[in-house]
């Protein structure tokens, strides 16, 4: 059972680490982003020009951004539906060695 647990918590951890991944990925493509903002504004373009331009990086950025975290979260939630189904497989499995049921 302790194995089951510490299977399940290693898969959970697995999974934080890729949603703090993808959120660490989102910060540097908003960074990345304003950075680019930052130097169209410096540049000689009309002024409606750059506001067009800068709002249609930092929108690109976003969806990236909201792309690779919803990726994340749909990967930890297949590795958390694997784990349960694991879980409950060697649970299974456990009950019937207990009981005697596998046994004949």
Same mark, same amino acid.
């Given at each position: 059972?302790?194995?089951?647990?510490?299977?399940?918590?290693?898969? #959970? +951890? /697995?999974? =934080?680490? *890729?949603?703090?991944? @993808? %959120?660490?990925? $989102?910060?540097?493509?908003?960074? &990345?982003?304003?950075?680019?903002?930052?130097?169209?504004?410096?540049?000689?373009?009309?002024?409606?020009?750059? #506001? +067009? /331009?800068? =709002?249609? *990086?930092?929108?690109? @950025? %976003?969806?990236? $951004?909201?792309?690779?975290?919803? &990726?994340?979260?749909?990967?930890?939630?297949?590795?958390?539906?694997?784990?349960?189904?694991?879980?409950?497989?060697?649970?299974?499995?456990?009950?019937?060695?207990?009981?005697?049921?596998?046994?004949?």
């Amino acid at each position: 059972m302790e194995e089951v647990i510490s299977s399940i918590e290693a898969i #959970e +951890t /697995e999974a =934080e680490k *890729i949603l703090e991944a @993808a %959120r660490g990925r $989102a910060r540097e493509i908003l960074l &990345e982003a304003n950075e680019e903002v930052n130097k169209i504004l410096s540049s000689r373009l009309p002024g409606a020009e750059v #506001e +067009t /331009e800068c =709002e249609q *990086i930092i929108n690109q @950025a %976003r969806k990236e $951004a909201d792309m690779k975290i919803e &990726e994340s979260k749909r990967k930890a939630s297949e590795i958390k539906t694997d784990v349960e189904k694991k879980a409950e497989k060697m649970i299974g499995r456990i009950v019937s060695r207990i009981t005697g049921a596998g046994l004949k």
